[in-house]
């Protein structure tokens, strides 16, 4: 952990000089027409709603999951991970995914540190470069705090921290690049994604799946019982993830208009329905639906509808809740039961097959006559369904071999795992020296 902090003082300190450089007084002429201060403050709240996501929505939600000695771990590892990368995206993250297209690998331009962006609006909209910059910083920032769901109770703190800071700019930058900076999957294969079925879910769920599988099972698992040390916390986090979801998907479609209205209706409709046939399949084969079983389906339906939150009918994001719960309910069990990884709250499962399964259906659903938006001019479903599995089946096996090869090499510096002892002991005590919960 001294080296870690050493480093990361080291790190902070070199910045200094380029953060005065970014912040020049010369400032690049409005371009691209006038600010609209509607839809800019619209993207501005939608910000603050999508890191309500983070912190505390997703911080309570994977806590009250967890056993009572890990519950302050895993919203450390949030907090951490959330403001690591957001000082990596503003000093290159953003550049790498929304700079000027180049060879549709990776973006270019000169916007580290957001330099030359003051009153400079962003491409065709009328929202300010820095307002959109702020929004997709919490995306980057939510996405790898997604995965600390898959290695909560035995993973180490440093090793969690450096592994997300760079893998948020080896991972999640160029594939943020393919697809919403008009790189090659976006520009060659027509893949579309609305708000991060690819982007944020298939990277961070098929990266925690490989990660799990590297840090290894926690002790006992899965002949020992684990349950939610607080269920009601969990719910109460979900619920705070599906309200900020609506900055999350209404956000994106970067105005205050029809559109954003479309993806937020469809955003309640998802959720909606795959919390409720989550309960179903619960009713069928434990025989009682659970708190953890609404809240986990209304996530899955939440990250399934994402990818076509705009570009479906109302009508269409039922279909997605439904095979939200159709899909990621089994998908538990084959992880958990049949294969014995240790996912341990289900980030595959549920952000990942959740996210490649709306990202799938969009194909179909974009359709005209089924309600949805239409096919760009000459492309037909059958197009676009081979689009969208390109993309998906690409970003996934990208996914894998980064996160492995990341995983490995930080592990060289910080070791994945804490010791038995730590573990038996809790990563409240063993990592951080406090106690969630002091009880005379």
């Known amino acids: 952990m001294r080296k870690f902090a050493a480093l990361a003082l080291g790190a902070t300190a070199g910045l200094i000089p380029a953060a005065v450089w970014a912040q020049a007084p010369d400032t690049a002429a409005i371009t691209g027409g006038a600010l609209d201060t509607g839809d800019n403050a619209w993207v501005l709240v939608c910000s603050a709603l999508v890191l309500l996501m983070a912190i505390p ?10 056993r009572t000695r890990n519950f302050l771990s895993v919203m450390v590892q949030v907090g951490a991970v959330v403001a690591v990368v957001s000082l990596l995206w503003i000093v290159a993250g953003y550049r790498l995914a929304f700079g000027d297209p180049t060879n549709g690998w990776i973006g270019t331009g000169n916007t580290w540190m957001l330099n030359d962006t003051i009153d400079l609006l962003r491409g065709d909209t009328a929202i ?16 790898p705090a ?7 109770e035995r993973a180490r703190f440093g090793w969690v921290v450096t592994f997300c800071a760079l893998w948020s700019l080896v991972v999640y930058a160029p594939v943020a690049h393919w697809i919403w900076g008009d790189g090659w999957l976006a520009s060659t294969m027509g893949t579309k994604d609305f708000a991060g079925g690819i982007v944020v879910h298939t990277t961070a769920g098929v990266s925690a799946l490989v990660a799990a599988l590297l840090v290894g099972k926690r002790s006992g698992f899965p002949k020992q019982l684990m349950m939610p040390h607080s269920p009601a916390l969990a719910m109460l986090g979900a619920g705070l993830l599906w309200v900020g979801w609506f900055g999350f998907n209404g956000g994106s479609a970067l105005s205050a208009d029809d559109n954003a209205s479309t993806a937020i209706l469809n955003t309640q409709l998802g959720a909606s329905v795959a919390a409720l046939v989550w309960l179903a399949l619960e009713k069928f084969k434990v ?6 079983g609404f809240a986990t389906g209304a996530i899955a339906g939440l990250a399934t509808i994402t990818p076509a939150a705009m570009f479906v009918s109302p009508g269409a994001a039922i279909v997605f809740g439904v095979a939200a719960a159709l899909v990621c309910f089994p998908m538990i069990q084959l992880i958990k039961q049949k294969l014995a990884i240790d996912d341990s709250l289900d980030v595959f499962a549920v952000h990942g097959m959740g996210g490649m399964t709306g990202s799938v259906l969009l194909a179909v659903f974009l359709s005209p ?21 390109v993309g998906v089946g690409a970003v996934a096996l990208y996914s894998a071999i980064a996160t492995a090869v990341l995983a490995v090499l930080v592990s060289l510096v910080v070791p994945m795992r804490v010791s038995e002892d730590d573990e038996r002991e809790g990563l409240d005590l063993a990592s951080h020296g ?7």
């Open 57 to 66: 929505g997703l911080s309570l939600f994977y806590g009250g999951l967890v």
């Open 128 to 143: 300010s470069e820095r307002s959109f910059a702020l929004f997709q910083l919490t995306f980057a920032a939510i996405t």
């Open 146 to 152: 997604l995965m600390i769901g898959a290695w909560v």
């Open 287 to 292: 025989g009682k639906p659970t708190g953890i």
């Open 369 to 389: 006559t089924l309600g949805g938006v239409g096919y760009d001019e000459g492309v037909t479903m059958l197009q676009q369904f081979f689009g969208q599995l």
């Open 434 to 440: 406090e106690r969630a919960w002091e009880f005379d």
